[in-house]
């Protein structure tokens, strides 16, 4: 029973090494190392893509606020309260 428990054990270790082994060796193939590079260029535009959007985020932010600090938002005035001021600036001229 003892030798069957070791053979097993060692089967499987075996096994794990070989796989572990084959997986490494692959990444070293051409292929492998081009789809290493192809998912760090990946990683590296989902992240460009990701600040582009929090500085989209953060622009429109800044022009809110701005808009509401200079009263760009404010509604116009009506169009004979516009006629009455030039009327009342010609007046006092």
Not at 28 to 43: H, K, N, Y
Not at 49 to 64: H, Q, T
């Amino acid at each position: 029973m003892r030798r069957l428990f070791w053979l097993a054990m060692g089967i499987t270790i075996g096994a794990l090494v070989v796989r572990k082994l084959s997986a490494a060796a692959e990444k070293m193939t051409p292929a492998g190392i081009g789809a290493s590079i192809a998912a760090g260029l990946r990683d590296v535009a989902d992240a460009i893509g990701d600040f582009g959007a929090d500085v989209r985020e953060a622009m429109s932010e800044r022009e809110l606020e701005l808009r509401a600090g200079t009263g760009l938002d404010a509604p116009l005035p009506a169009v004979g309260d516009a006629s009455l001021r030039r009327g009342a600036h010609a007046a006092d001229s």
